[in-house]
């Protein structure tokens, strides 16, 4: 893990002043300098988010695997308006380092208002059906090391009794199918864990958004021959819901009728499709 900020000020100078976000309200996010962490940073979609938050002059710590990836995107946001660019590289399937990582952003950052989880892995379903260990990383990157960050990111947001937790899920999640039922029993249950998490912390003043895309246009689809959501406009409303601090955000929101049906379909003839 390599830790450092890419902040072009000198230390001397005063950070911007901040607001944290409370609980039930809908923040001027244009007008609050916030204090966001973005895991997963050089994704397509936390990518797009982070230009927007960018603009609005977001204070940034940003964490990714590839450090060239990364520096490039940190770059780019500091010339789009962002008040603060923290780094660090990190592999997350390395969870024995998440608490060392996170209180490193959090006192880089001084605080955290908002933590978006972006990282994952659609793997390659056929190879898992023949590889455990390939299913088991799936399972590992999609599941068990977001359980690890939000476990620590959830304590530390109870304590202060504020903060958003917003993170990547899938509609994959909402029902199994042949052509993808890896990636999709990984997100599964995250949604799962996520719901169960927002039932316990929610009422602590602490928000956990599940954020489930259709198919989005980024590097994880590019061999997907599928209709697919423009990146730009998925994080226009990721931005949205997380400033209204919406529970479960579908997006494009049309996903949230279509997988109602796809989970109402009746088994004996859910088994038969092709899907
Ligand atoms: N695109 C879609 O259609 C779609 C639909 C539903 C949900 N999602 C979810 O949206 C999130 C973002 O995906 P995306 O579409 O933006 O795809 P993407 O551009 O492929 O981004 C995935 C990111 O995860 C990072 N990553 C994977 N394993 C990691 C690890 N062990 N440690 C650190 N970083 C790791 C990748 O890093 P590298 O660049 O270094 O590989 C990459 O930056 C994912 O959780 C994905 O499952 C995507």
Redesign the pocket.
Same mark, same amino acid.
Request: proline residues 5%; charged residues 20%; contains cysteine.
């Given at each position: 893990m390599t830790l450092s900020a890419f902040d072009p000020q000198p230390a001397t100078q005063t950070r911007p002043t901040t607001q944290p976000v409370h609980a039930g309200g809908v923040s001027p996010s244009a007008k609050v300098t916030r204090k966001i962490l973005v895991l @997963?940073a *050089? /994704? @397509?979609?936390?990518e797009a988010v982070c230009r927007i938050w960018a603009s609005q002059g977001a204070q940034l710590f940003l964490v990714?695997?590839?450090s060239e990836?990364l520096a490039a995107v940190a770059a780019d946001l500091k010339t789009r308006g962002a008040a603060y660019i923290g780094t660090a590289v990190?592999?997350?399937?390395d969870t024995d380092h998440h608490a060392e990582l996170l209180s490193h952003a959090i006192n880089s950052l001084t605080g955290m208002d908002v933590a978006l989880l972006?990282? @994952? !892995?659609l793997g390659d379903q056929p190879r898992a059906e023949q590889d455990f260990h390939h299913a088991a990383h799936i399972l590992h *990157?999609?599941f068990v090391?977001p359980v690890s960050l939000l476990t620590w990111l959830s304590n530390y947001c109870v304590q202060r009794r504020s903060g958003v937790l917003a993170v !990547?899920s /899938?509609?994959?999640g909402d029902r199994g199918r042949k052509s993808n039922y890896l990636y999709g029993s990984s997100k599964a249950g995250l949604s799962a864990y996520l719901a169960g998490l927002r039932n316990r912390i929610d009422r602590e003043g602490v928000t956990v958004m599940t954020i489930k895309? @259709?198919?989005?246009d *980024?590097?994880? *689809?590019a061999n997907m021959n599928v209709k697919?959501a423009d990146v730009n406009k998925v994080a226009e409303s990721i931005v949205k819901g997380i400033d209204k601090r919406v529970d479960t955000l579908y997006v494009p929101f049309q996903w949230a009728p279509i997988m109602w049906v796809v989970r109402h379909i009746p088994e004996r003839f859910f088994k038969k499709l092709n899907l």
């Amino acid at each position: 893990m390599t830790l450092s900020a890419f902040d072009p000020q000198p230390a001397t100078q005063t950070r911007p002043t901040t607001q944290p976000v409370h609980a039930g309200g809908v923040s001027p996010s244009a007008k609050v300098t916030r204090k966001i962490l973005v895991l @997963g940073a *050089t /994704s @397509g979609i936390a990518e797009a988010v982070c230009r927007i938050w960018a603009s609005q002059g977001a204070q940034l710590f940003l964490v990714a695997r590839n450090s060239e990836k990364l520096a490039a995107v940190a770059a780019d946001l500091k010339t789009r308006g962002a008040a603060y660019i923290g780094t660090a590289v990190a592999d997350l399937d390395d969870t024995d380092h998440h608490a060392e990582l996170l209180s490193h952003a959090i006192n880089s950052l001084t605080g955290m208002d908002v933590a978006l989880l972006a990282h @994952g !892995i659609l793997g390659d379903q056929p190879r898992a059906e023949q590889d455990f260990h390939h299913a088991a990383h799936i399972l590992h *990157t999609n599941f068990v090391a977001p359980v690890s960050l939000l476990t620590w990111l959830s304590n530390y947001c109870v304590q202060r009794r504020s903060g958003v937790l917003a993170v !990547i899920s /899938s509609v994959a999640g909402d029902r199994g199918r042949k052509s993808n039922y890896l990636y999709g029993s990984s997100k599964a249950g995250l949604s799962a864990y996520l719901a169960g998490l927002r039932n316990r912390i929610d009422r602590e003043g602490v928000t956990v958004m599940t954020i489930k895309p @259709g198919p989005v246009d *980024t590097p994880m *689809t590019a061999n997907m021959n599928v209709k697919k959501a423009d990146v730009n406009k998925v994080a226009e409303s990721i931005v949205k819901g997380i400033d209204k601090r919406v529970d479960t955000l579908y997006v494009p929101f049309q996903w949230a009728p279509i997988m109602w049906v796809v989970r109402h379909i009746p088994e004996r003839f859910f088994k038969k499709l092709n899907l």
